[in-house]
């Protein structure tokens, strides 16, 4: 199965700074078959990217996905408070679909 | 609005058996495959089991294969996860979770809330 490797562990960042999350995969992924999600404090999971760059609905576009091959990058143009939560990224290129550990954004 | 509802969990022991039900409600249940997926305390989120919309495609993680077997009853919009021979590891919260497309290989779009089960002596 593909192993998916998110880095880094934890991000301290300020409100107004740019966030920047790795996802690296053990083999490339086919057809940019990525997705990001946000987990909230005590929520389930929520879709912000798929495809590796298509921003699910609602999402707000500061949000933005990057990426193909074994490499691929959530960026979080300007951080703002409630996005305080762990990333996720998920391959659904090859079954298994697999997910990565995850990358905890903090909000200093 | 989309909601997936889960229900179910408990504590029980290593050896013991539980069905978890997820009900489903603000879309068309029945052209949509759906998902269990779990979450260990504190850790990662790891895919469990898979269903399609008329349940003719069916598949599972290997760490559940053989005792865990998912169901559904698109009259009453209900998702099911028989859990059986349960283990210490098989301790999490369990989310169902819609996919995107009738199809395997397709992100999660909508998840529930979870319900925890607890497996322990």
């Known amino acids: 199965e593909i192993v998916l490797t998110q880095s880094p562990g934890t991000l301290s960042l300020s409100p107004g700074e740019r966030a920047t999350l790795s996802c690296r995969a053990s083999?490339?992924?086919?057809?940019?078959?990525l997705a990001w999600y946000q987990q909230k404090p005590g929520q389930a999971p929520r879709l912000i990217i798929y495809?590796?760059?298509s921003r699910a609905t609602g999402i707000p576009d500061r949000f933005s996905g990057s990426g193909s091959g074994t490499d691929f990058t959530l960026t979080v143009s300007r951080l703002e408070p409630e996005d305080l939560a762990v990333y996720y990224c998920?391959?659904?290129?090859?079954?298994?679909?697999?997910f990565g550990q995850g990358t905890k954004v903090e909000i200093k | 609005e989309v909601h997936l509802v889960e229900s179910g969990g408990t504590l029980l022991q290593p050896g013991g058996s539980l069905r978890l039900s997820c009900e489903a409600s603000?879309?068309?249940?029945?052209?949509?495959?759906m998902n269990w997926v779990r979450q260990a305390p504190g850790k990662g989120l790891e895919w469990v089991s898979y269903?399609?919309?008329?349940?003719?495609?069916?598949y599972y993680a290997d760490s559940v294969k053989g005792r865990f077997t998912i169901s559904r009853d698109n009259a009453k919009n209900l998702l099911y996860l028989q859990m059986n021979n349960l283990r210490d590891e098989d301790t999490a919260v369990y989310y169902c979770?819609?996919?995107?497309?009738?199809?395997?290989?397709?992100?999660?779009?909508?998840w529930g809330q979870g319900t925890l089960v607890t497996v322990s002596s």
């Open positions: 979770a819609r996919n995107l497309f009738d199809w395997l290989l397709v992100p999660l779009d909508y």
């Open positions: 603000g879309f068309t249940f029945k052209d949509y495959s």
């Open positions: 269903i399609s919309r008329s349940s003719t495609n069916i």
């Open positions: 083999q490339s992924i086919s057809g940019r078959s």
């Open positions: 495809d590796a760059s």
């Open positions: 998920l391959q659904y290129g090859f079954s298994p679909r697999t």
